[in-house]
């Protein structure tokens, strides 16, 4: 899978790669972040959604709790999961993980953890500190890389 790496100096430019890949998502797509507390991810799934909604004022609370949120939007529904607190991969079933792969586009915080079930064709977004910024790796699907 070709990697594609972009740098993310400051939320605009988070905000910026968001909408770009909002552009290019489609049903049944998996986008998988992964990277430490605070390096984005809960911002850059903010912009994927506000841009995929064409509402820049778009309230998208963190799922941390709810571990999952849907989202209704003109690129299709969204279905952002947080899988921080999971106990175990197979409780995403609970949280309508068929139902987000049947005809959703499902966007991951904490991709990680769900080990086996995270489906081979996803686009992996790595988020990581750089700087005084951020970096973001992208692996997957070549028609992420002219972002």
Do not use: C
């Amino acid at each position: 899978m070709p990697t594609f790496s972009f740098s993310l100096p400051d939320e605009a430019a988070t905000e910026r790669l968001g909408a770009a890949l909002a552009r290019r998502l489609r049903p049944r797509d998996v986008i998988a972040l992964q990277g430490g507390l605070g390096v984005g991810k809960t911002t850059l799934a903010r912009a994927i959604l506000r841009a995929a909604s064409d509402d820049p004022n778009l309230i998208v609370p963190s799922p941390t709790f709810t571990l999952v949120e849907v989202y209704d939007t003109q690129r299709g529904t969204f279905w952002h999961f947080d899988l921080y607190r999971l106990e175990g991969p197979e409780q995403v079933f609970e949280l309508g993980w068929e139902e987000a792969r049947a005809d959703g586009i499902a966007l991951i915080e904490w991709a990680e953890r769900l080990g086996r079930l995270l489906p081979d064709e996803r686009l992996m977004v790595t988020l990581a500190i750089e700087g005084d910024g951020r970096r973001a790796d992208l692996q997957g699907d070549a028609r992420f890389g002219d972002l």
